[in-house]
C-alpha cells in the first residue's frame, strides 16, 4: 500500500481497495475523539487551509471540525469573492496555491472547475484534498458515504448499492470508482434528457465514465425509474436532479423551480411498500424535493448520521496525510 504522507487526495479512481480499508481502520480509531465531543493534541502543530471557490457547508465544516478535533488550525476562505481570486485580478490557481502553501501544511479545496485541485497539486509542496471539482469528483464525500455504510452496517462488500439522481454529479464519478474496489453491484438511475422539462440536460451516467468503470471492472447497470431497482437495495444514495450548475462558482435559486418526477424520488410510502427492512438511506445533501422531510424520521434514513461520519472520516484522512500515523 503506499504511503499516505505528504499525498494529494484528488480522485477515488485508482485508490486501492487497502487504501480505503487503511483510512476506515484509522478513523475508527480516532472516532471515540468525536463521539465525546472532546479536542486532542495529534494535529496540534498542523494547519488546514481551506479555499472554497464555490458554496459549501458540510464539505468545509467537517474538514474544518475534524481539524479542531485534532488539536489542529484552521485558515482559509469561503468564498473566492473575498480574495484576489474573485476580484479584478482573477488571480490563477498557481498564483494563489503559491501563497496558500505557506500558511499551512494541508489545503483542502472546492472548485466549479473539474481539475482545478489537480492544477493545485501541481504546485502545492502541501498535499491538497478535494472538496469537489466541478462535475469532476467529490472523494471525501464518498469516503464518508462508504465509512457511514461501514459503521452502520458493519460491512461494504456484499451490499447492493443504488445511485439514484443526476448522474453528471461528482459524488455519482466518486461512488463508481469506490466501488471497483468492492463486492457491490450498482444500479444508476438518472434522468434523461427532456425528461425533467423541455431540454433538461442528459443526465444519464456519462459514456467517459461508464467506460473507465467497466475497465476497472465496476459491476453496474442502468434503470430509468427508482422502482425497477429499490427492493433489492442494501444502500440507496440519492443526490438531486433539480440542481444547480457546478460548473458555475455561485448561482442563485430561480423563483419557480420543477418538482423531481417520481422515477428519481424516494418517499415514505415506496419505502414502507419496495424497500429492504435493512436497507441504509443516504444523501450527501443539500436536497430539494427528491427526499421529502417525513423520510428523516424512518429507519432507514441515514444522512444526518452521516454528518458525524464525515468529521471522523476527516479526522483519519487527515491523520494520515499529514503523517501522525502511518
Ligand atoms: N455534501 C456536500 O458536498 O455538501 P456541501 O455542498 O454543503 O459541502
Known amino acids: 500500500m503506499r504511503s499516505f504522507m505528504g499525498r494529494d487526495i484528488l480522485s477515488l479512481k485508482e485508490f486501492e481497495r487497502s487504501e480505503f480499508l487503511r483510512i476506515f481502520e484509522v478513523a475508527q480509531r480516532l472516532e471515540p475523539i468525536a463521539r465525546d465531543r472532546r479536542n486532542s493534541d495529534m494535529l496540534k502543530h498542523k494547519t488546514l487551509v481551506t479555499a472554497f471557490y464555490q458554496p459549501s457547508t458540510r464539505t468545509r465544516l467537517s474538514h474544518e471540525a475534524a481539524m479542531h478535533r485534532l488539536g489542529g488550525h484552521v485558515t482559509g476562505f469561503s468564498d473566492a469573492k473575498m480574495t484576489r481570486a474573485g476580484d479584478y485580478y482573477q488571480e490563477s490557481i498557481k498564483d494563489t496555491v503559491k501563497m496558500l502553501e505557506f500558511y499551512g501544511d494541508v489545503i483542502a479545496m472546492r472548485h466549479f472547475q473539474k481539475g482545478a485541485p489537480q492544477e493545485a497539486a501541481k504546485w502545492s509542496s502541501v498535499p491538497v484534498i478535494n472538496g ?6 467529490h472523494p471525501t464525500q464518498i469516503l464518508t458515504d ?3 455504510v461501514l459503521r452502520e452496517r458493519g460491512r461494504i462488500d456484499g451490499l447492493r ?25 450498482v444500479t444508476f438511475v438518472g434522468p434523461p434528457a427532456n425528461a425533467l422539462f423541455p431540454t433538461s440536460p ?4 456519462p459514456e467517459e465514465y461508464k ?16 422502482e425497477q431497482a429499490i427492493a433489492t437495495a442494501d444502500v440507496i444514495l440519492v443526490e438531486p436532479v433539480i440542481q444547480a450548475d457546478y460548473s458555475q462558482s455561485r448561482q442563485e435559486a430561480p423563483k419557480e423551480r420543477p418538482l423531481t418526477p417520481v422515477n428519481f424520488k424516494i418517499t415514505r410510502e415506496l419505502l414502507m411498500s419496495k424497500a429492504k427492512s435493512d436497507m441504509v438511506l443516504l444523501h450527501s445533501l443539500p436536497r430539494m424535493d427528491e427526499i421529502p422531510p417525513d423520510v428523516d424520521i424512518t429507519r432507514w434514513s441515514r444522512y444526518w448520521q452521516e454528518a458525524f461520519y464525515g468529521v ?8 494520515l496525510v499529514l503523517g501522525a500515523v502511518e
Not at 132 to 137: A, T, Y
Not at 211 to 226: I, K, S, T
Open 312 to 319: 471522523v472520516l476527516k479526522m483519519g484522512l487527515f491523520a
Open 161 to 185: 448499492w443504488l445511485a439514484l439522481g443526476d448522474m453528471r454529479m461528482r459524488t455519482m464519478h466518486s461512488l463508481g470508482y469506490a466501488l471497483t474496489q468492492f463486492d457491490c453491484p
Open 132 to 137: 469537489g471539482d466541478g462535475w469532476g469528483e
Open 202 to 205: 442528459d443526465m444519464r451516467m
Open 211 to 226: 467506460a473507465d468503470f467497466r475497465q476497472y471492472g465496476l459491476n453496474f447497470n442502468e434503470a430509468e425509474h427508482v
Open 146 to 148: 462508504l465509512y457511514t
